[in-house]
């Protein structure tokens, strides 16, 4: 049987490198808009490194180094390859939400990213790379409209901080340059960021009320108690399905023609948290009397109410998000 020897420089890489692991993970996850793509290619980022470490002169920060590798990754990886869209970036809403529905299972949809893995927990709120406000939802989708260089100086000036020549070092260009690739950058993604993003969020207290309110809707099927809840001009959009609604009366008349939900304790809600937002796991009852996962929720709440959902209908996600892929029958609706 071969021994492997480990040296001790890798015994040091490892001490030194695995800190910056769930920074770089949210890194990867504004480059490519998938969380499961992010993942591999944190991995390939300190296979790389690892691998490379006996040669680290030291003449940047480990960090600094680390984010080159996983830039360089990212770009490679996003050769030839389109954008992640959501379905609001696709087209305009149907006037008619009982409608026959449009899916595009082909289409490499945008996910969402899990806050404990990209670092946008409550609990720091204050650091660079944990701020809620760079992996939001809408955000990483207008991210999406930037060509991979844009994207790539975009990140690592205005969210990461890094100065423009280590940004030229990493990409390989002039500062120059990368000033005129932010400059670009910043117009489009003006352009593509929704006007929600300006409105600051609800109290806490009234946040967990609405959010109170909003899983005893559900849950009992009050088709007018979830009206109520979304604010006049509110968006609703489901991938892989092209169809999306705007409007609060749109959206009950959605789930009330789409949903297979037909009363009171068919959905069970599963709180969880994604992109710095609320989330939630909506599982349906089977005939079986079990709840199902049926699609994951990412909610936006504001003053006025709840202005968009995405709910992601790739079951995959719960894996990622810690939820069970079935609850056990209840006796009776809890």
Not at 28 to 33: A, D, E, F, S
Not at 71 to 76: D, E, F, Q, R, Y
Not at 104 to 112: A, Q
């Amino acid at each position: 049987m071969t021994t492997v020897v480990e040296h001790p420089f890798q015994r040091d890489f490892a001490t030194l490198a695995d800190p910056y692991r769930r920074e770089l993970m949210a890194h990867c996850y504004r480059m490519l808009g998938s969380v499961h793509d992010a993942e591999d290619l944190v991995q390939e980022t300190y296979l790389r490194a690892w691998r490379a470490y006996d040669r680290f002169e030291g003449r940047s920060s480990l960090r600094t180094w680390l984010y080159r590798i996983a830039t360089s990754a990212c770009l490679t990886a996003l050769e030839g390859r389109g954008r992640r869209p959501l379905p609001t970036g696709l087209g305009g809403p149907t006037s008619e939400p009982e409608g026959a529905l449009v899916e595009r299972s082909e289409v490499p949809w945008l996910e969402p990213a899990p806050d404990t893995v990209v670092g946008a927990e409550d609990s720091d709120p204050g650091t660079v790379v944990a701020s809620r406000e760079s992996v939001r939802l809408a955000f990483i989708a207008a991210l999406q409209y930037l060509p991979p260089r844009q994207r790539a100086v975009l990140v690592l000036r205005d969210v990461l901080k890094f100065r423009a020549a280590e940004v030229a070092g990493a990409l390989g260009v002039s500062t120059t340059a990368v000033n005129s690739l932010l400059q670009r950058a910043r117009v489009q993604l003006d352009q593509a960021m929704p006007r929600e993003e300006d409105i600051t969020e609800p109290a806490a207290s009234d946040q967990r009320e609405l959010l109170d309110r909003y899983v005893a809707a559900f849950e009992n099927y009050d088709i007018p108690a979830i009206v109520e809840l979304f604010s006049a001009d509110a968006v609703w959009e489901m991938p892989p399905f092209l169809t999306w609604v705007r409007g609060a009366e749109n959206i009950g008349r959605l789930v009330a023609t789409q949903c297979p939900a037909k009363g009171p304790g068919d959905q069970l809600l599963i709180s969880s948290a994604a992109n710095g937002q609320p989330a939630f796991g909506l599982y349906m009852r089977d005939e079986n009397g079990a709840h199902r996962a049926f699609h994951l929720q990412v909610l936006t709440v504001t003053p006025s109410g709840i202005t968009h959902v995405a709910a992601f209908f790739d079951t995959t996600l719960f894996a990622t998000f810690g939820l069970p892929e079935a609850l056990p029958a209840l006796p009776q609706h809890r």
